[in-house]
T-cell receptor, first 113, second 113 residues
């Protein structure tokens, strides 16, 4: 019943390439998030957005950038990929309010050679 | 600041065993509390939530009660199944504008037949 979609699911690519990870949601949620999940499972918030034209950096510093031109779309870009960017990236969205749960996509597993 | 401390595991149980995953939190104000589950190769799914003291969240045989006096939100299930094998995350969200989820580090559960 996923209403939030991430593409690609897997990406193996060489160092120095520009990468864009796509995230789209059909629920009309104002808030969207990007998390980086390390092999030890811990989740780190790297970017979030409160709505169109709003982007904020998260708790973990990241060389990636994000944009929010449309409510439903929140892509993440790496201008020049490095092996240290190898990780799983999870996108999520939610309605406003502290009681509202976040809905997650299935993630993109990124490997930089 | 806000934080969540949960059992980290990994934990291995036999089918039909009783499960408890401890979770305690530190937060200002009155946070909402969540348990998320991540099955292999997928993103996180909301398992249950509670938004005020003494609320009990329940889903799929799992239960957790919001205990303000002990700042805890322990997850329990009376009889686990092989299909419950997953990673479990405790999380909180405070209001006041930030509305960011704070996650525990996750606990991997394996249930053997």
């Amino acid at each position: 019943e996923a209403d939030i979609y991430q593409t690609p699911r897997y990406l193996v690519i060489g160092t120095g390439k520009k990468i864009t990870l796509e995230c789209s949601q059909t629920m009309g949620h104002d808030k969207m998030y990007w998390y980086q999940q390390d092999p030890g499972m811990e989740l780190h918030l790297i970017h979030y957005s409160y709505g169109v034209n709003s982007t904020e950096k998260g708790d973990l510093s990241s060389e990636s950038t994000v944009s929010r031109i449309r409510t439903e779309h929140f892509p993440l870009t790496l201008e020049s990929a490095r092996p240290s960017h190898t990780s799983q990236y999870l996108c999520a969205s939610s309605e406003l309010g502290r009681e509202q749960p976040q809905h997650f996509g299935d993630g993109t597993r990124l490997s930089i050679l | 600041g806000n934080s969540v401390t949960q059992m980290e595991g990994p934990v291995t149980l036999s089918e039909e065993a009783f499960l408890t995953i401890n979770c305690t939190y530190t937060a200002t104000g009155y946070p909402s509390l969540f348990w998320y589950v991540q099955y292999p190769g997928e993103g996180l799914q909301l398992l249950l939530k509670a938004t005020k003291a003494d609320d009990k969240g329940s889903n799929k045989g799992f239960e957790a009660t919001y205990r303000k006096e002990t700042t805890s939100f322990h997850l329990e299930k009376g009889s686990v199944q092989v299909s419950d094998s997953a990673v479990y995350f405790c999380a909180l969200m405070s209001g006041g504008g930030s509305e960011k989820l704070v996650f525990g580090k996750g606990m991997k559960l394996t249930v053997n037949p």
